[in-house]
Every structure is written in structure tokens, then in C-alpha cells.
């Protein structure tokens, strides 16, 4: 993006502890840049409470659920929808999550689609986010990415597997399948 500042992670904290920036203005850092947060509407909402109550039913000890809270990256500091983490509710008191805490990211996206296949696959491939979901909403759908790049001129996911309605998502975290959740359960 020509003529647009790129900050790093660590100037992004320093704005926000100088009270440069605030909850107030709906941003979050991705690649560098500062960039606004989509509004939610109630189907956004709604559905980020059926993904939160659904993976909790089959979280494993040694782990939490994190709605909406931010992530430290190398280059980026999202705020995912749903984030499963290592720990429980006092390991993020002093300090975001970073990338070896994470099991699963998963985004809701209707209308943020495009943004979270786009922006957010790099951005969470190239810090080795091992899970990524995206609750498709658009076209009621769950997309699975995993096996991420790691670093590199292009960042992705080896792997995307699609389950539609009718079919069961598989919970992977920490390498080990925990459960499944059916897909309607997840975009009613």
C-alpha cells in the first residue's frame, strides 16, 4: 500500500499505552497496517456465541476459549472471533497469546469473507496458527485450513477441506481430534 505507514508490533503497543489509540477506535494491526474493524451485526454475533458454546463442550483440560481478544503476531495483532489457547483464564492477564498458544483461530464472516480468505490466511499461516476456521456464513459452510507454510514470500495453508450442512466438523487441537460438531450447530 503505497503511502500508508506500516507500524510494528511493538510500535502498535507503545500507541496504544501512550493513549494514542483506544477501544474507541475499532482497529487492529494486520501486516503493519492499522486497519478498521467490520462492525457485527446480529448473525455475526450470534454465531460467534454457537462456535464458543460448541467448542467448549469438547475443550480438554489445558485449555481455554479467548472471543474476540487479540493475538500477538510478528507482523500483526488480529482479534479473531474465537481463539482456542494453552492455559486458562489468569496465562493472558500480563501478556496476549502468541503463536505457539494457539490450537484453533476461527473468524465468522459474512460480510468480513473476503478479508478473512484473503488478509487473514497469510497473516495467520506465516506465524504457524496450526488450525484456521472460517465460519462461512455467505454460504453456510465451514472452511478448515491447516498444515500452515510458516514464513515464506507467499504464506498459506497446505491443506482446506470444506464441510457443508450435513456434515461434522472435525476439533483438532493440539494435533489430537477431540470431538466433532455438526455443521448446522455452527449457522443456525
Not at 501486516?31 to 467490520?38: F, M, R, T
Not at 454475533?45 to 503476531?73: F, H, K, N
Not at 465460519?135 to 504464506?155: A, C, K, M
Amino acid at each position: 500500500m503505497a503511502g500508508f505507514r506500516r507500524f510494528t508490533v511493538p510500535e502498535y503497543h507503545k500507541l496504544i499505552e501512550v493513549g494514542v489509540l483506544t477501544e474507541n477506535d475499532h482497529l487492529e494491526l494486520l501486516d503493519g497496517y492499522l486497519v478498521e474493524k467490520i462492525p457485527h451485526d446480529p448473525i455475526h454475533d450470534g454465531a460467534i456465541q454457537l462456535v464458543e458454546d460448541s467448542i467448549r463442550l469438547l475443550l480438554p483440560a489445558g485449555w481455554c476459549i479467548r472471543v474476540q481478544s487479540a493475538t500477538t503476531l510478528s507482523l500483526s495483532e488480529p482479534e479473531p472471533d474465537v481463539a482456542i489457547v494453552r492455559g486458562g483464564k489468569r496465562t493472558y492477564l500480563a501478556q496476549h497469546p502468541k503463536p505457539n498458544d494457539f490450537g484453533i483461530i476461527v473468524e465468522v464472516s459474512n460480510t468480513s469473507l473476503d478479508s478473512d480468505r484473503d488478509d487473514k490466511i497469510p497473516i495467520y499461516a506465516r506465524d504457524g496458527i496450526p488450525v484456521y476456521w472460517i465460519v462461512n456464513l455467505v454460504d453456510r459452510q465451514i472452511e478448515v485450513h491447516e498444515q500452515p507454510s510458516g514464513t515464506s514470500p507467499s504464506p498459506t495453508y497446505g491443506t482446506r477441506r470444506t464441510f457443508q450442512t450435513g456434515d461434522s466438523v472435525p476439533v483438532v487441537i493440539d494435533g489430537v481430534a477431540v470431538g466433532t460438531i455438526p455443521v448446522v450447530d455452527l449457522l443456525r
